[in-house]
């Protein structure tokens, strides 16, 4: 996957969330690092067509992203979405959790997208749990089947906000257990995250960002080895430290 963002700007009720944000990388795991608030999460939603931008452009493999409704929509479809929460609909089951998106957005058979579930859940070993509603299952166990979810729908790519911030530590491998499996069969993943160790192990391509800015941007192993900007330094050094 080639990831091209151009001049993106996007601000919130007068203040500046992203300014002039441009990074060319290429890669099947591009990972975004960086302090709260530094704006991660509303690049990824740009780049997921549930943000606009106020300005500058994003292209996928070459493809600009238009941001208009209709040409939303069908990016939309084609893209796996996970949030810091799972987002599940509490009333329904893990296994109807993952078909609605199927029947409803996709038109597929309720028996297909039942199919396609099923043997998702089974290869994530998630499958004792399909007739289960969200309350009844663990955070870790919620997250899995929001991967479950994005990943039925076949998607272009992926793309993960946060995905284990609730998590706690047992859960949150769990999590990252499944997103390493998912790189592994070569998946495209864009990813924000605050796990470091993680980020250096799945990443093709890194990139910090902070205060709305991309201050560097290099292969994983590069950036947290011999970082070059003095903010990138000293984050890492901090968050390091333990």
Known sequence: MKLEV??????FGGLPVLRNVSLEVEGRAIVFIGPS????STLLRILAGLEHP???SVRFDGNEL?????????HRRRVGVVF???NLFPHLTALDNITLPLTRVHGESRKNAEDTAMQLLERFQLADHAHKKPAQLSGGQRQRVAIVRAVAIRPAFLLFDEPTSA???EMTAEVLDMI???????RDLILVTHHLAFARKVADRVAFLAE???LEQAPGDQLFAAPRDPTVIRFLERVLKY
């Open 167 to 169: 998590l706690d530590p």
């Open 37 to 40: 608030g530094g704006g991660k």
């Open 66 to 74: 238009a941001f208009r409704e209709d040409a939303l929509r069908q």
């Open 212 to 214: 709305g800015q991309i």
């Open 180 to 186: 390493v499996e998912l790189r592994a069969e070569g």
């Open 54 to 56: 106020d300005s500058g």
């Open 6 to 11: 151009s001049a993106l700007h996007k601000s």
């Open 84 to 86: 810091q929460s799972a």
